[in-house]
């Protein structure tokens, strides 16, 4: 149950944890929110009163919010700074711009179906259960997205004489000599209860096994590395494996050999079909709220009944109110808009620092990687371009757009300080290791340092365990009737899902709170998660 | 250089090892064939004699040496024993019929784009260059094909109480058990030079990278089996590990577990959009030749310069003659047709045994599987239904076709057995243990056991090392003017690939012996598949 507060009860209670943070405690009483996979508002109709909400930031999460909040009833303004819809939701295609600070750039790439770059967010991890809702719900063409592709290179500047490995070999020949030492090392005695003496025989064979060893559990190479000739119409002969000092010294399996093991890049992955666009079209198409582009907030109250936002709109300062306020705009740059937060909020808001992020698009003449068996996935480098992507779909077509990805803070600091053409220069010189031609396939390139972009400056909110433990609750629950919303406020930053989830905690709140019900406010959806 | 031989020489030359091993041999020493990972016929104009072929089965292997002896000069006429063209490249919708001996069946799918079954091969390794090779030529639209989905189920019958599991949590938690035992096995003074002490702390920490063993080298579960819950608006919380010795128990490890390691289920995988009988399409509508289908060969008779073929088609015995024949007809099937085949090849024919393979589509009106998150790739179980594999297209929308592969020859013996109705019924009562719910959404489903196709009564060519070294060499060389094809005469039976190869085998050698150049016969195509 919320009461209603007087003047002075509100602001002493936003001055405090926030005056419904009750809402939150109960929630996590009942076990809703620890407990569950996934957290998906129920809104039931806006009462007559306190309808009108004010989203700022036309990013995923207000997009969600607004779609929820107006079948509830309720009338939502968005405010968005860009001169476009999606925030880091950007696909990049010919002709389009690229609003970054100091380097406006134009694309020049091809106009195209296939031709497009996909600049933030690219893949769908399937568990990810808002945005496959979402999907679901308008539809998306989704195609599985090659994330792992073992046919592709690994290439190390300090290991195998700097010379390109097919990843295959690299994981084939490494998983066989970890099984094969491992396994030499292995004593019975080693082994207390409760292993048995068929359970030390039982792993010595999945050694065997794991490892593709011999009969003597020695490794001698194996047809995972892929075969060096042969194997159709002649005998298929194995690679020569490669030294294991040569594996222990390189880095690739310091993290990146397990990739696609990990939760959020393990296979299957989807994408939209003709660029991740289409999610943020899904939801517009969905939508009957104003969304007005170019719009700089300048301003937030925070009052008893409402929240008043100033706003900067083609020449003019200009303000709308609302009952509630939905707000997405990066903490690093709501933190230097002027506000009537509680204090103890405002230094949450600059605590929490913006990650880098680069990616630069490439329109290739010729789709040069599939002469080398390579179709989507991406080649790994220790340079500073780490990923190198190729596209997995227009297979066997001309052209393709090829993508740079690295996630390095240093490396992207000094990608992001270099001029476009010379982020291309090094970018090329440092794929040339990989792709020894590449140069001559290149036709045109956008770079993306998100720290960089306008309105954006910066990439993922960067969340230590000691900030989540001293900030996190307090971003996420509301000060008054101003919500904190975005994948800045959810442990998945940097991902769609985490846009998703946040809003959805801000909208089962919204309703808990109109509804002074707050038993019944989440609903916990099972997804069969459990084994 | 090929010698023209008289009768007597002729006869005699076929009752040894072949007129024209000589070529093979001499190919063999040129280094071609056994160094390079394909070879590509390039066929010259045929000359104006010698230039009708006679093509039997049309299946792949008949269909590629049709197109390029077609695209040669040659005349081909095609002989197929079935009412279909494409051999076990099979894909059953709506309406289709089965020509399964005893058991002939009807296809009732429902008429939809997405609702297929590839009965035969329905993936594509993208090192199988020959058929990358026609795809691309005829470009035909392909998409990413799941061939491993970490979201699906292992399910062991003598492990976990029977309780199916995620198999990211089976591989997270053997990886994560595995590297901790031999990271506490190892011990530096087994580690002789060339190790040093280097090498020694490289590899715990490869083992710790490895399995994600926390800072003591211990695994106590780890984000890579999914999370027990929380992770988007709450903090996460990780899995407890299953027991490792339940998993040694098990037997997902011994063999399935690896299976995206190996060479030709290795990701990324490719498959034709909208079925696999798209390739044969292409094939088709790029050959001019007749294809006579419902002709049974009854008698194939080598001559010196020519060969005859009987065959019975509607009623009537007819005869036709050609200069040369590629004969695809499965050996076992062949061995029993009559013919004046030196007996030592005759010998070779029935020597080779043949496999077996039981696949069954299943239409389900509900994908009630994306409601447990899986989206395309296969569960596994340790009873006869190996593998249940669910549809990697048409997500999101309301039906699917559901497969159930088995390769145990027992279990597929024991299948071909039983009724197709009592198949779908031990399918589904076996299914029950994965999916308790599944008979609710059955509404129709067709079975292909190999080893029962009418005209093909089996799978693969069944080569075990020594039938190899007896028989293969006398296989793929020529007898006389009649040349074995298709996948049967390769060292990839089973796959499409192995058709291929086989085939370019056969034309690189025709075209030698025409022109009497052997020099230049085979084309090797180096697809820059070395590091």
Redesign the interface.
């Known amino acids: 149950m919320i009461r209603e507060f007087s003047r002075r009860q509100f602001l002493n209670a936003i001055g405090s944890a926030g005056g419904s943070a009750a809402v939150y405690q109960s929630a996590l009483a009942l076990g809703l929110?620890?407990?569950?996979?996934?957290?998906r508002a129920s809104l039931k109709p806006v009462p007559e009163a306190s309808k009108k909400v004010i989203l700022l930031g036309a990013g995923l999460a207000s997009l969600t919010s607004a779609y929820e909040l107006e079948r509830a009833g309720y009338e939502c303004t968005i405010l968005e700074a860009s001169h476009r819809i999606g925030g880091r939701s950007l696909t990049i295609r010919g002709g389009d711009t690229v609003d970054e600070l100091g380097y406006p750039q134009k694309c020049d790439f091809d106009k195209n179906k296939d031709l497009f770059f996909n600049a933030g967010p690219s893949r769908i991890p399937?568990?990810h259960?808002?945005l496959?809702h979402y999907?679901?719900t308008f539809?998306i063409p989704?195609?599985?997205?090659?994330n792992?592709?073992?046919?592709a290179w690994v290439h190390d500047t300090k290991a195998f004489g700097g010379?390109?490995?097919?990843i295959?070999?690299y994981?084939?020949d490494?998983?066989g000599f970890?099984a094969e030492?491992?396994s030499?090392?292995?004593?019975r005695n080693?082994?207390d209860r409760?292993?048995t003496d068929n359970?030390f025989e039982?792993?010595q064979?999945?050694?065997k096994?794991?490892g593709?060893l011999d009969e003597n559990a020695l490794y001698k190479g194996s047809?995972?590395a892929?075969?060096?000739?042969?194997?159709?119409?002649?005998?298929?002969?194995k690679?020569t494996p490669i030294d294991f000092?040569e594996i222990?010294?390189s880095s690739f399996?310091?993290?990146r050999?397990?990739w696609a093991?990990?939760?959020d890049q393990?296979?299957?992955m989807?994408t939209a079909t003709g660029g991740m666009d289409t999610i943020i079209d899904g939801f517009v198409d969905n939508i009957d709220s104003k969304i007005l582009l170019n719009a700089q907030v300048q301003n937030v109250q925070l009052h008893e009944h409402s929240v008043s936002v100033s706003y900067r709109h083609e020449g003019q300062l200009k303000q709308v109110s609302g009952d509630y306020c939905f707000n997405s705009i990066p903490k690093h740059i709501m933190s230097g808009i002027p506000n009537n937060f509680p204090r103890d909020y405002q230094t949450a808001l600059s605590s929490i620092p913006r990650g880098l992020l680069f990616k630069m698009g490439i329109q290739m003449n010729k789709r040069f990687w599939e002469?080398?068996?390579?179709?989507?996935?991406f080649s790994w480098s220790d340079q500073d371009i780490e990923q190198l992507w190729y596209p997995?779909h227009g297979?066997?077509s001309k052209k393709g757009i090829m993508i740079v990805y690295m996630f390095n803070d240093e490396a992207t600091y000094r990608f992001g300080l270099l001029n476009p053409q010379q982020r291309l220069e090094k970018a090329l010189h440092e794929a040339e290791a990989i792709h020894p031609d590449i140069r001559k396939y290149v036709d045109s390139a956008v770079s993306v340092p998100w720290h960089r972009m306008n309105h954006t400056m910066g990439c993922t909110a960067k969340w230590t365990p000691e900030l989540?433990d001293q900030w996190f609750k307090r971003l996420?629950e509301p000060v008054g009737r101003h919500y904190m919303i975005g994948d800045q406020?959810?442990?998945?930053p940097g991902w769609q899902?985490?846009a998703f989830?946040?809003a959805?905690?801000a909208l089962s709140h919204l309703n808990a709170r109109q509804h002074n019900e707050i038993t019944t406010h989440v609903n916990a959806i099972n997804?069969?998660?459990?084994?």
Do not use: C
């Open positions: 929110l620890s407990t569950s996979h996934n957290v399937i568990h259960h808002h496959m999907l679901r539809q989704l195609e599985v997205f090659t792992n592709n073992r046919n010379k390109r490995m097919r295959k070999q994981t084939a490494a998983r970890m030492l491992s030499k090392s292995l004593n080693d082994f409760p292993f359970d039982r792993f064979a999945f050694l096994s794991y593709d047809s995972r892929g075969y060096q000739s042969g194997g159709m119409i002649t005998p298929a002969i690679k000092r222990l010294n399996w310091e993290h050999m397990h093991q990990s939760e393990s296979a299957p989807l002469d080398e068996d390579i179709y989507g996935g997995p297979l066997f989540r996420q406020i959810s442990y998945h899902e985490g989830g946040s959805h905690f997804h069969g998660q459990g084994a």
